[in-house]
């Protein structure tokens, strides 16, 4: 027996070694015992603070920290209820170097501290009793240094659910008069940097914004209604200001007041129906259209204003003007036509006794832009002050102006034609931009009776401006023509003579970082001894004239 136990092995008693599982487990047990006490000792130091911040003493120590922090530009007090969440004040008070500018009493606010982890800024009430507003504030300069990358602040929501102000006071200064008005609202924006950023009416995520405004010292109110989103588009815009309103005030008259707007532009943000009426006095203007605002096309276009016979001061009046347009295709260069008349106008000691104007955008294609954009302008009966007020008044002055958008270049071509001056422009558009002027007055003698002087003879004058492809580049400006008098002023016959070329180079600084002068014909001792140091500023042209004084050279 004792031979076979010797050969039988003996039972392996040792414990097996614990699992590698079973000691990563242990380990986050503990690591996450740590964790959460932590994120508890935080917690408590939180809900301390808060617990603090709502007591007596604490409520002090915020009021004396918020004005100590800002500089003293923000003064608040009479904290109560629950901060930071929904609580009141007796008065905010903004400061800038000369004073208060922004005061605001009883306000409440009550918004969700919660909502932020999701990345909404969620207002359940901003309220106000008063808000005072005597002026706009100092600006100051700021140096602060301008954000790369997108901001994380594009992509905060915002959900205002309540905006209520009992009574708004605004200054003189702030509006041109001194009111009183009331305010209301809500708003809802999905993110900010869809409106602040790249704006895109195709990418607005939900927007939901109504506002009323109302004056309460007078008759006038603002009304504004929009949503948006999933393509779609709602806006309703109601305007309104009395006969002794911001309107009337600014103009210093009552004639075209009092004002109203209504607007209204809905559906699809490709085909969008638009409407918009508005009334001033007894002037009236309405315009209906269809309207593709994500390509910047016009299904159609309608538009209709007349006002009746005003006298808006003793130097600005008509007898009555009307205006008319029906329009299509691109907003850039529609295609379709339109006519303002105006009669018997005044302004600024000037008159015109008619005034014709007609545009027509001409093409083919409804899709594209205009093969042509035609003005024509036609003016009878202009008197100017002056000497000779009738100089003009003898024959009409025509304005003509060409432009062809889908030309290389969108070249322009203008004509100014009357029986005393002839002007010819062509200009290039597209950059880089270039222009050719021509201008000609057959006869001086009307232009001397003008400004009250004898006066025989003819001017003509060609001039070329080039601008550069880039921002570092010279503008170019040369110009030359003829100066001949014949007659008249003794000094003048015999400086410039009856064949007198002209020359007026000239090289201005394109910008202000550029110091550029002008290529003087002097010669270098003349101009040593006159010009002194070269200045920085645009250099001014220089006249050489024939005649008996023909080459010599007038330098500043």
Known sequence: MAAQEQGVPRPNTTPPAAPPRRLWRRV??????????????VVLVVAGLLVWANTGAGRAVLLRQTEALTGGMVRVAGLSGRFPDNFRLQSLEVRDATGPWLTLRDLHLDWSVLALLGRTARVNAFTADTLDLPRLPVSEESKSEPETGTP?????????????????????????????????????????????????????????????????????????????????????????DGTDGFLATQLDTAQLAPVSLQMDLAGPVAAAALHVTAQAGAATAQTDGLLDLVGGRMDRLE??????????????????????????????????????????????????????A??????????????????????????????????????????????????????????????LLALMAQVRTAAPQTAALTLKLPDLLPVGEAVGMALRGQAGLEAHIARPAHADGATQVTASGTLGIAGGQPQLVGLVGPHGPCELPADPPPLPAQHTTAASSCSPAHRASTAGPLPASPAPLRLRAGGPARGACICP
Do not use: C
């Not at 907003?331 to 008619?354: E, F, N, Q, Y």
């Not at 083919?364 to 003009?392: E, F, M, N, R, Y």
């Not at 009409?396 to 060409?402: F, I, K, Q, S, Y």
């Open 28 to 41: 986050a047990r503990i690591v996450l015992a740590v964790a959460g006490g932590l994120v508890g000792l």
């Open 152 to 240: 994380s602040w594009h992509a905060l929501g915002v959900d205002i659910r309540r905006l209520a102000v009992r009574q708004i006071t605004l200054g003189a200064p702030v509006m041109g008069q001194a009111a009183q008005l009331s305010l209301s609202g809500h708003g809802r924006l999905g993110a900010l940097g869809v409106v602040v950023g790249n704006f895109s009416l195709t990418k607005i995520p939900g927007v939901d914004i109504g506002l009323d405004l109302k004056r309460l010292d007078r008759a006038g109110m603002l009304s504004l209604a929009t949503t948006a989103g999933g393509g779609r588009l709602a806006l309703h815009l109601k305007a309104q």
């Open 358 to 419: 007609h545009f027509t955008g001409e093409g083919t294609t409804a899709q594209a832009l205009a093969q042509l954009l035609h003005l024509s302008v036609k003016a009878d009966g202009v008197t100017v002050p002056g000497k000779a007020p009738l100089v003009l008044a003898a024959a009409p002055l025509e304005l003509d102006a060409r432009l062809s958008p889908q030309v290389e270049g969108r070249p322009l071509s203008v004509t100014l034609n009357h029986p």
């Open 303 to 356: 538009a209709q204003a007349h006002a009746p016979a005003l006298s808006l001061s003793d130097t600005l009046g008509w007898k009555e003007i009307t205006f008319a347009a029906h329009l299509s295709g691109m907003m850039s260069a529609p295609l379709g036509k339109a006519d303002l008349s105006v009669d018997r106008l005044a302004a600024g000691g000037s008159s015109i006794a008619t005034l014709q």
